[in-house]
């Protein structure tokens, strides 16, 4: 079955499923790992470079940029000021001018603070950004940063590195129905079924970065969820059976 | 004179530019962005930008992150 590409503003991909570039051992892993995702996407984040040290590798220096988007995000603000000036310094960086927003409420649970996730999104997309923001799985705080001119709208399925899955369905169900920017689950994934439950109830991709780095096995757990994505947006795209609550026979009644 | 670079306090000649800055501390210029004081310096400016003391700088880069 033919499916559409994925448009994110001026952007357009083909891969549905988006990686992060954290905590893995080594960057070869992460090499491995990011090509046997099948990712066209991969995030990174914006820290101070080391200075007075030796000068250390750079994670540019191992990813190939003709093959790969890079998302800068603002993981670790926790206001509006600094998520907004930490976009302004990535964009500098000349690469990208697509923005993974991410204005954090608490240190304990990492969820998205609502009003400064808001106020961002509005300055940012003044400013020209392309953005794709993280948000709780609050079906009316996602209209709101639809509303404010956010790109895609990226409900966390779980907290932020927890693995948990998709905790409740019926609100992503909600925001699938409600809003009409592309819905990206970002956070919580733990394994592969998590991947195709967001695909199947119709997601236009999934983000994620602990599940493949921190698995045993990064590389094949980079190659399962690529699986999962596919399987789930084509189940998706195929129109799957109602539930019932009844038997229905799969053979023809029995005739003789 | 004294600047403070990425919270750390450094010595630093009169007449430094960002451009010999970076170079004395030995950190690749590729893939960094700037602010002095706060505010961004263009990558375009960083051979004329000349340090003044007290200076306040942070260079940052891309790390991996999710």
Redesign the interface.
């Known amino acids: 079955m033919e499916d559409t590409v994925l448009k994110l503003g001026k952007y357009e991909f083909n891969s549905r499923l988006f990686v992060?570039?954290?905590?893995?051992q080594t960057f070869d892993i992460?090499k491995e790992a990011l090509a046997a995702s099948g990712s066209e996407v991969i995030?990174?984040?914006?820290?101070?470079?080391n200075?007075?040290g030796?000068?250390g590798e750079?994670?540019?220096d191992h990813i190939d940029k003709d093959k790969y988007t890079?998302l800068?995000?603002t993981?670790g603000c926790y206001s509006a000021d600094e998520a907004v000036r930490t976009a302004?310094?990535?964009r500098?960086?000349?690469?990208s001018d697509l923005i993974k927003l991410e204005v954090l409420g608490d240190k304990n649970t990492l969820l998205p603070d609502p009003v400064d996730t808001l106020k961002a999104t509005e300055t940012l997309v003044k400013e020209g950004f392309t953005v794709l923001v993280y948000t709780s799985d609050d079906p009316i705080a996602a209209k709101r940063l639809q509303d404010a001119g956010a790109t895609s709208v990226m409900p966390a399925g779980a907290p932020?590195?927890s693995g948990q899955g998709i905790l409740n369905p019926n609100n992503i169900r909600i925001i699938l129905e409600t809003l009409s920017v592309p819905i990206i689950v970002d956070a919580g994934v733990g394994t592969a079924s998590d991947v195709t439950v967001a695909m199947e109830l119709g997601c236009e991709g999934v983000?994620?970065?602990?599940g493949i780095?921190q698995a045993k096995e990064p590389v094949k757990m980079a190659r399962a969820m690529k699986l999962a994505c596919e399987s789930g947006r084509l189940a998706y795209l195929s129109g799957r059976i109602p539930k019932k609550l009844y038997a229905n026979a799969s053979s023809p009644l029995k005739d003789f | 004179m004294q600047i403070n670079v990425n919270g750390k306090n450094k010595e630093c000649p009169t007449e430094t530019s960002i451009s010999k800055l970076l170079e004395s501390l030995d950190i690749d210029n590729r893939y960094i962005a700037v602010e002095l004081n706060h505010k961004i310096v263009p990558r375009k400016q960083f051979n004329e930008e000349i340090l003044q003391e007290n200076d306040s700088l942070e260079i940052v880069t891309f790390v991996g992150g999710g």
């Open positions: 992060g570039t954290g905590k893995y992460m995030t990174v984040a914006v820290r101070r470079a200075i007075g030796k000068p750079s994670l540019l890079i800068p995000n993981a302004l310094l990535a500098e960086m000349g690469i932020i590195g983000l994620l970065n602990t780095a």
